[in-house]
């Protein structure tokens, strides 16, 4: 159980296009799933929190009408980064939490890997 | 200072031993620990949840210090498969169950 998938799992696109990233929880439901980002050899870091129904909380520094995030379900969140620029190109990651359970365990996807040309 | 800090390693383990490393945290309001490993260019899966008392899985030992806010993680009996970056996550409830990742601790287990 607790299976997160992302897709794509890699994309190239040019300077300036749009990418949309799909996060799905697929045998549970998820208010809330979370986005990140990671650089080589780092730590991820938080983007955003995605929250079921409302607008998603978005960590300092990251911008929002950049890194648009919809989380329309309970089993589906998007992240689309707009006008990509190559600074962009980074491992993508989203996760998801069980709703209800009182558990705070995070459940990640496998990645989506960008790279902006 | 960092919120998470682990050592980053890599800890060279022979095949058969044991290695343990630390992570501490700096916010004493944090609740709730994980451990996670993440294999290269792969996404970060749950090895296990730390709690108060300490807890075993298997092979692996998890052991919460509040007193001095840190966490460790014991790994005995390597396994070649247990090579991987082990990353310490931190939680506290008044940051709506966000994770503080730190970079994590790299194990290389040698045959």
């Known amino acids: 159980g607790a299976v997160v998938s992302q897709h794509p799992s890699r994309v190239i696109c040019k300077s300036g296009t749009s990418v949309k990233i799909e996060c799905r929880s697929l045998d549970f439901q998820a208010t809330t799933m979370f986005w990140y980002r990671q650089f080589p050899k780092k730590s991820l870091m938080l983007m955003a929190t995605?929250?079921?129904?409302?607008?998603?909380?978005?960590e300092q520094g990251v911008e929002k009408d950049k890194f648009l995030i919809n989380h329309a379900s309970l089993t589906l969140s998007t992240l689309t980064v707009t006008s990509a620029h190559p600074e962009d190109s980074s491992f993508y990651i989203c996760s998801a939490r069980q709703t209800g359970g009182g558990s705070y365990e995070q459940y990640f996807g496998p990645g989506t890997r960008l790279t902006v040309t | 200072r960092k919120e998470v800090e682990q050592d980053p390693g890599p800890f060279n383990v022979p095949e058969g031993a044991t290695v343990a490393f630390n992570c501490t945290y700096s916010n004493s309001a944090s609740q709730s620990f994980f451990w996670y490993r993440q294999d290269c260019r792969k996404e970060p899966k749950l090895l296990m949840s730390v709690y108060s008392s300490g807890n075993e899985d298997g092979r692996f030992t998890a052991q919460l210090n509040r007193a001095s806010q840190y966490i460790s993680l014991l790994i005995r009996d390597s396994k070649l498969s247990d090579s991987a970056t082990y990353l310490c996550?931190?939680?506290?409830?008044?940051?709506?169950?966000?994770?503080?990742f730190g970079a994590g601790t790299q194990v290389v287990v040698t045959p």
């Open positions: 996550v931190v939680m506290t409830t008044d940051s709506w169950g966000k994770f503080q």
């Open positions: 995605s929250n079921e129904g409302s607008k998603a909380t978005y």
